[in-house]
C-alpha cells in the first residue's frame, strides 16, 4: 500500500493534466474515484487524447448524469465521505453544476478541493480556452526552448504535467496535511501558467545576475554550450552530452581523443560554435553503441538518446523497472519510489461506468438507493 492508502478522492473525468494528477495520487496508494459522464462514447480523431490511456489507471469509475437532481445528490453524498475532490474545467463549470467550492465545503467542511486550470481561476485570461503551448508561452518558457531560428514545443510536459498536474498533486497533499490539523478544507487553485513560470525559476535566476541571455542556444542549458547539448552519430542516432563541471569535461574529451588545449576557452561564448563544431565531427564518426562502449561507467555525462521503444529495454530503466507491464502492457512505472509504503499500479484503466453499482455499495449507498439511481436514469 502506498503512502497515500486510507485517502479517498473524487476524481472529475476530463483530459489531461487532472487525470495525470490522479493516476499521480492513485499510484501513491489513495483509492480515487473517477467520476465519467453518463452517455455513449463520442467517436472522433480526439477521442485518442480523451480517453487517458494510461492516464487513467488506478481508478474505479462511475457514470453519471449530472443533469439530473439525483444524480448531484449521489455525488454530494460521495463528496461527504471523501478527503479531496480534483477537477480540471474551466472557472465556472462546477458552479454551474452547483458542485462550486462553496457548496461542496458546506457538506464536507474539511473537503481540499483541487482545481487544476490553464489559467487559473482568476485574472484577464480565465474564461479563455488554452492548451500547454500557449500557457508556457506566456511564462517564458516556450521562448526559452528550442533553437536559434524557433520556440520547439517541449511536447506538453512543461505546462500540463509539470506546471499543472504535479503541482496540483503536490498542492492537495499539503492541504491534507494541514486538514489533519486544523480539521477544515480549503481550495488548491493550481494554474499551469503559475507552475510553468516556477519551474523557470533557475532560468528567472540566471537573468537577473545577468547570465542568461534572451535568445535561444545562446545560453548554459538551451543548448548554446557546445558541453550540453545533442550531437548525431555515424548511424544516424543521437547522444547527449551534459559535460558541464571540469571534471566530467575533462573525462569527456579524453574519451573523445581531444586536445584539452583546444577547449581551454570553452566558457567563452565566442568559442562555443567552433568547439560545438569539433564535437559534432567527432561523434560523427561512430555509431551510438559504439560511443556508449567507450563511455559507459564513466563520468562524461553522456547518454544515449533512446526512442520510446529503446528506452523500456535500457539496463539501468530494466535494474529499477522505471517501465513495468501493467494488464499485459509496458508503461512508466510510479514515482518516486518509497522503501516502506511501496506505490503500485492498482488496477488498468477503466470503462467509463464500470464500477458505478460497485462503488456505490463500497461508499455505503444501500440497494434501494442504487435502484431508483438507475431507474430515473442519473446512473
Given at each position: 500500500?502506498?503512502?497515500?492508502?486510507?485517502?479517498?478522492?473524487?476524481?472529475?473525468?476530463?483530459?489531461?493534466?487532472?487525470?495525470?494528477?490522479?493516476?499521480?495520487?492513485?499510484?501513491?496508494?489513495?483509492?480515487?474515484?473517477?467520476?465519467?459522464?453518463?452517455?455513449?462514447?463520442?467517436?472522433?480523431?480526439?477521442?485518442?487524447?480523451?480517453?487517458?490511456?494510461?492516464l487513467n489507471r488506478g481508478r474505479r469509475?462511475?457514470?453519471?448524469?449530472?443533469?439530473?437532481?439525483?444524480?448531484?445528490?449521489?455525488?454530494?453524498?460521495?463528496?461527504?465521505?471523501?478527503?479531496?475532490?480534483?477537477?480540471?474545467?474551466?472557472?465556472?463549470?462546477?458552479?454551474?453544476?452547483?458542485?462550486?467550492?462553496?457548496?461542496?465545503?458546506?457538506?464536507?467542511?474539511?473537503?481540499?478541493?483541487?482545481?487544476?486550470?490553464?489559467?487559473?481561476?482568476?485574472g484577464p485570461l480565465a474564461h479563455t480556452?488554452?492548451?500547454?503551448?500557449?500557457?508556457?508561452?506566456?511564462?517564458?518558457?516556450?521562448?526559452?526552448?528550442?533553437?536559434?531560428?524557433?520556440?520547439?514545443?517541449?511536447?506538453?510536459?512543461?505546462?500540463?504535467?509539470?506546471?499543472?498536474?504535479?503541482?496540483?498533486?503536490?498542492?492537495?497533499?499539503?492541504?491534507?496535511?494541514?486538514?489533519?490539523?486544523?480539521?477544515?478544507?480549503?481550495?488548491?487553485?493550481?494554474?499551469?501558467?503559475?507552475?510553468?513560470?516556477?519551474?523557470?525559476?533557475?532560468?528567472?535566476?540566471?537573468?537577473?545576475?545577468?547570465?542568461?541571455?534572451?535568445?535561444?542556444?545562446?545560453?548554459?542549458?538551451?543548448?548554446?554550450?557546445?558541453?550540453?547539448?545533442?550531437?548525431?552519430?555515424?548511424?544516424?542516432?543521437?547522444?547527449?552530452?551534459?559535460?558541464?563541471?571540469?571534471?566530467?569535461?575533462?573525462?569527456?574529451?579524453?574519451?573523445?581523443?581531444?586536445?584539452?588545449?583546444?577547449?581551454?576557452?570553452?566558457?567563452?561564448?565566442?568559442?562555443?560554435?567552433?568547439?560545438?563544431?569539433?564535437?559534432?565531427?567527432?561523434?560523427?564518426?561512430?555509431?551510438?553503441?559504439?560511443?556508449?562502449?567507450?563511455?559507459?561507467?564513466?563520468?562524461?555525462?553522456?547518454?544515449?538518446?533512446?526512442?520510446?521503444?529503446?528506452?523500456?529495454?535500457?539496463?539501468?530503466?530494466?535494474?529499477?523497472?522505471?517501465?513495468?507491464?501493467?494488464?499485459?502492457?509496458?508503461?512508466?512505472?510510479?514515482?518516486?519510489?518509497?522503501?516502506?509504503?511501496?506505490?503500485?499500479?492498482?488496477?488498468?484503466?477503466?470503462?467509463?461506468?464500470?464500477?458505478?453499482?460497485?462503488?456505490?455499495?463500497?461508499?455505503?449507498?444501500?440497494?434501494?438507493?442504487?435502484?431508483?439511481?438507475?431507474?430515473?436514469?442519473?446512473?
Amino acid at each position: 500500500m502506498g503512502p497515500l492508502a486510507g485517502i479517498r478522492i473524487i476524481e472529475m473525468a476530463g483530459i489531461g493534466p487532472a487525470p495525470f494528477a490522479a493516476m499521480m495520487l492513485s499510484d501513491l496508494g489513495a483509492e480515487v474515484i473517477r467520476i465519467d459522464r453518463k452517455g455513449r462514447p463520442e467517436t472522433n480523431a480526439f477521442d485518442v487524447i480523451k480517453s487517458g490511456g494510461f492516464l487513467n489507471r488506478g481508478r474505479r469509475s462511475i457514470a453519471l448524469d449530472l443533469k439530473k437532481a439525483q444524480a448531484v445528490s449521489a455525488l454530494f453524498d460521495l463528496i461527504a465521505s471523501a478527503d479531496a475532490l480534483l477537477e480540471g474545467f474551466r472557472p465556472g463549470v462546477m458552479e454551474r453544476l452547483g458542485l462550486g467550492p462553496q457548496a461542496c465545503l458546506a457538506r464536507n467542511p474539511g473537503l481540499v478541493y483541487g482545481r487544476i486550470t490553464g489559467w487559473g481561476q482568476n485574472g484577464p485570461l480565465a474564461h479563455t480556452a488554452g492548451h500547454d503551448i500557449n500557457y508556457i508561452a506566456l511564462t517564458g518558457a516556450l521562448h526559452a526552448i528550442g533553437k536559434a531560428e524557433a520556440p520547439v514545443p517541449p511536447l506538453n510536459m512543461v505546462g500540463d504535467f509539470g506546471g499543472g498536474a504535479m503541482f496540483v498533486a503536490f498542492g492537495m497533499v499539503c492541504a491534507l496535511l494541514e486538514a489533519r490539523t486544523s480539521g477544515q478544507g480549503q481550495v488548491v487553485d493550481a494554474a499551469m501558467t503559475d507552475g510553468a513560470a516556477l519551474l523557470m525559476a533557475m532560468q528567472y535566476s540566471f537573468k537577473s545576475m545577468g547570465h542568461w541571455q534572451n535568445t535561444r542556444e545562446s545560453n548554459l542549458l538551451d543548448g548554446g554550450a557546445p558541453f550540453y547539448g545533442t550531437y548525431k552519430c555515424a548511424d544516424g542516432k543521437w547522444l547527449a552530452v551534459g559535460a558541464i563541471e571540469p571534471r566530467f569535461h575533462d573525462v569527456l574529451i579524453d574519451k573523445l581523443g581531444l586536445s584539452p588545449e583546444a577547449f581551454a576557452g570553452r566558457w567563452n561564448p565566442e568559442q562555443w560554435p567552433h568547439l560545438r563544431q569539433l564535437l559534432a565531427d567527432t561523434i560523427l564518426t561512430r555509431t551510438r553503441s559504439e560511443w556508449c562502449a567507450v563511455f559507459e561507467g564513466t563520468d562524461a555525462c553522456v547518454a544515449p538518446v533512446l526512442d520510446m521503444d529503446e528506452a523500456p529495454l535500457h539496463p539501468h530503466n530494466l535494474a529499477r523497472q522505471t517501465f513495468v507491464s501493467h494488464a499485459e502492457v509496458m508503461q512508466p512505472a510510479p514515482a518516486p519510489r518509497f522503501s516502506r509504503t511501496l506505490a503500485q499500479i492498482q488496477r488498468p484503466p477503466a470503462v467509463p461506468g464500470e464500477h458505478s453499482e460497485e462503488i456505490l455499495r463500497d461508499w455505503g449507498f444501500c440497494s434501494d438507493r442504487i435502484d431508483s439511481l438507475k431507474a430515473c436514469g442519473a446512473l
